[in-house]
Nanobody, 124 residues
Framework: QVQLVESGGGLVQAGGSLRLACAAS????????MGWFRQGPGKEREFVAA????????YYADSVKGRFTISRDNAKNTVFLQMNSLKPEDTAVYYC?????????????????WGQGTQVTVSS
């Protein structure tokens, strides 16, 4: 099993930036594909970005493409989400998640391990 802990959330003005981190323990992160998801008030959890084990393939939701960047440092067992040009509609609890499936996926239910989430609030 792998345990995930997110950090880096906070309050930021529209147009600002935040960098989220997801630290893993228990097993090496290189065994897992990693994803970032978010859940806004009254909304379902939605896919934000994903990165494959080696970092060779990356996927983004259309809503964040060109503004967010996912990366990973397997040596440090950490995944990052750099968020630029933030908008009020990016306000949500952000979660990192891990899965060991063969194929990449953007579906929350196919991720086996989740962090506790970190709040991101973007003011207008």
């Amino acid at each position: 099993q792998v345990q995930l802990v997110e950090s880096g959330g906070g309050l930021v003005q529209a147009g600002g930036s935040l960098r989220l981190a997801c630290a893993a323990s228990g097993r090496t992160l290189s065994a897992y594909d990693m994803g970032w998801f978010r859940q806004g008030p009254g909304k379902e959890r939605e896919f934000v970005a994903a990165i494959r084990r080696s970092g060779g393939s990356i996927y983004y939701a259309d809503s964040v493409k060109g503004r967010f960047t996912i990366s990973r440092d397997n040596a440090k067992n950490t995944v990052f989400l750099q968020m630029n040009s933030l908008k009020p509609e990016d306000t949500a609890v952000y979660y990192c998640a891990a899965h060991a499936r063969w194929a990449p996926t953007t579906i929350p239910s196919e991720y086996a391990y989740w962090g506790q989430g970190t709040q991101v609030t973007v003011s207008s």
